[in-house]
């Protein structure tokens, strides 16, 4: 991610941080993504604020 985001639990998430991918809004406007910490996080996120992540 390339921007901090806000949880919808309202927990922040720091730029940079990595999570996956479980959901994809409006043909691939927006991905619904799953973080580690705090567990179960999830945030909407636009496409344009994610970066891919080498294996």
Do not use: C, H
Request: charged fraction near 20%; avoid cysteine.
């Amino acid at each position: 991610m390339t921007i901090p985001v806000t949880t919808d639990d309202g927990d922040a998430i720091p730029a940079g941080t990595e999570g996956t991918i479980v959901g994809i809004w409006r043909d691939g406007a927006a991905y619904e993504v799953e973080f580690a910490q705090p567990p179960g996080a999830l945030a909407t996120v636009g496409a344009d604020d994610l970066a891919p992540v080498s294996p």
